[in-house]
């Protein structure tokens, strides 16, 4: 998938030739001539053996067991707390109950290595048009933290979440099945088994697992622990949210890809105010928010962990937009509240199978029942979501401070150079090293790198590093193409890229 929209790319590169009435030969190699010159395309980071092997534990019956329970609480409304007639083990605080002692057994089988939190609070009634709330409503977000094992990167967090909350037709039907096998005891599947295998490895940065409730009355749950996040200034790097990744497998239906996962991310971040949305306009960033890097650092786990065997083989496709059209999920929270976060959700769903009264109606099968979920497709997904945590947990912290210096004073100097300054996060592990990545403004993923410390060797390139600050000056001119800095290790774990913003306020565009 990614590979068609590079080529669609260069298709529009053609066409920008054609329409210019230029004589450039169509060979979309000439479009990208300077760029090809230096640096190399990319490639997929080194795999790290003890990542590789954590994410081989993942267990399609395990996951199955994990689903089967969820949906034995019969209906798992985040209203059911409020009633007093359920039959036992049955509503969400059952569902509740049970999520928070696999935290613990998970906890107990790596000696304590998890701090299980549950995290209870009121939801007072909602307002506005048909509330999804109307009397006060306790809630239950269920979570567990895996403290890094470098004080120096503990501080550094990345999460996991799904929502074990469940409905059918009616918001208000606390009794009649719910099952919610797919949404979303697939994601709080996804969510229990990253801890599972994670909880067994040695990473420098904390991670965090995590189930919410109240995401069917309005994102509730999630609310409150990005809030909450922020509140207490948690150092979230990536949120990454599982929501309907169950892989329906409706007999018949022959659009699904059991071997590709959407990852959408926003554009431009929600929580930008008028002024910063201006400035990403007008450098052309409407590509680039932290969230859209997330999505790219996640195609680059995929293509170390998850591109082959074929059998095991998931795709990340990068959908480059907030949710699916005019819908929304638990990483809308964290976005508001300033934080990366990209949303997984299957290939294609069935929405016969999606907040539905179990029925069979007219010869078809309504309702989000287990019997439609794919379980080796569920451990793909688990797979990426872990090997993406573990990674980013891995690498070095991502540069700060990434910029573009002020212009030089005449202006049509070097513009064909491009100079980009940073500086090294605070803790930053020794031997870390810097890599420029960069792409055509019209790709949607980086497609070529070169280490910083090697501009030394290219004509015009120049590198120097002094006390945690670095400066490089890159012959690629950057009207055509977008930049990035990343952070790299010895063994090639890669953070994230941050793009570079003009230190200086931007001039009025002169039309030269
Ligand atoms: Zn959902």
Request: include cysteine; glycine fraction near 6%.
């Amino acid at each position: 998938m990614i590979a068609f929209r590079l080529s669609a790319c260069v298709l529009l590169s053609a066409a920008v030739f054609a329409a210019n009435g230029q004589s450039h030969p169509s060979s979309p190699d000439a479009a990208h001539r300077d760029l090809d010159a230096i640096g190399a395309p990319i490639r997929p980071m080194p795999p790290d053996p003890a990542i590789a092997h954590a994410i081989a534990q993942v267990s399609p019956a395990q996951i199955q067991h994990t689903i089967a329970t969820l949906v034995s609480f019969h209906n798992r409304s985040t209203l059911s707390s409020l009633d007093k007639d359920l039959p036992p083990n049955t509503g969400v605080l059952a569902a509740a109950d049970w999520i928070e002692s696999q935290f613990k057994s998970i906890s107990a089988a790596c000696n304590g290595c998890l701090e299980v939190h549950r995290d209870s609070f009121v939801q007072p009634p909602l307002t506005g048009p048909s509330p999804r709330v109307t009397q006060p409503t306790p809630l239950n977000n269920i979570y567990a933290i895996l403290r890094g094992s470098d004080p120096a990167q503990a501080s550094r967090m990345i999460l996991v979440t799904g929502h074990y909350d469940s409905r059918n037709s009616t918001n208000e039907d606390t009794h009649a099945e719910a099952p919610g096998a797919n949404d979303d005891a697939s994601g709080t599947a996804v969510s229990l088994e990253c801890a599972r295998v994670l909880s067994k490895v040695k990473l420098p940065a904390t991670l965090v697992f995590v189930a919410v409730a109240g995401e069917e009355q309005g994102l509730l749950g999630s609310k409150h622990l990005a809030d909450l996040a922020k509140k207490e200034g948690w150092q979230l790097e990536a949120v990454l949210n599982n929501d309907i990744v169950g892989g329906n497998r409706t007999p018949g239906d022959k659009g699904q890809d059991a071997h590709a996962i959407r990852v959408f991310s926003e554009n431009v971040p929600a929580n930008a105010p008028p002024e910063e949305i201006r400035r990403i306009l007008a450098l052309g960033y409407e590509s680039d928010s932290p969230s859209r890097e997330l999505s790219r650092a996640i195609a680059d786990a995929a293509r170390t962990y998850t591109a082959a065997p074929l059998a095991a083989r998931l795709d990340p496709v990068l959908e480059f937009r907030r949710d699916r059209f005019q819908r929304g999920g638990d990483h809308s929270s964290f976005n508001q509240d300033g934080f990366a976060a990209v949303r997984f959700t299957e290939w294609r769903e069935d929405f016969n199978h999606q907040h539905q009264n179990v029925r069979d109606e007219d010869g078809v099968q309504y309702g989000d029942l287990l019997k439609y979920d794919d379980f080796d497709y569920m451990a793909r997904v688990a797979r990426l979501n872990a090997a993406t945590m573990a990674e980013l947990a891995s690498a070095p912290p991502p540069p700060v401070n990434v910029a573009y210096p002020p212009p030089p004073r005449v202006f049509t100097i070097a513009l064909n150079n491009t100079e980009i300054t940073w500086e090294q996060a605070p803790d930053t592990p020794s031997g870390t090293k810097y890599e420029i990545v960069w792409r055509p403004t019209a790709a949607p993923d980086w497609s070529r790198s070169l280490l910083a410390d090697k501009l030394t060797s290219v004509p015009e390139g120049k590198f120097s590093a002094t006390d945690g600050k670095y400066a490089i000056t890159i012959p690629v001119s950057k009207d055509n193409v977008i930049f990035g800095v990343r952070a790299v290790d010895a063994k090639g774990h890669r953070s994230p890229a941050v793009v570079p913003w003009p230190t200086a306020p931007q001039r009025a565009a002169r039309p030269e």
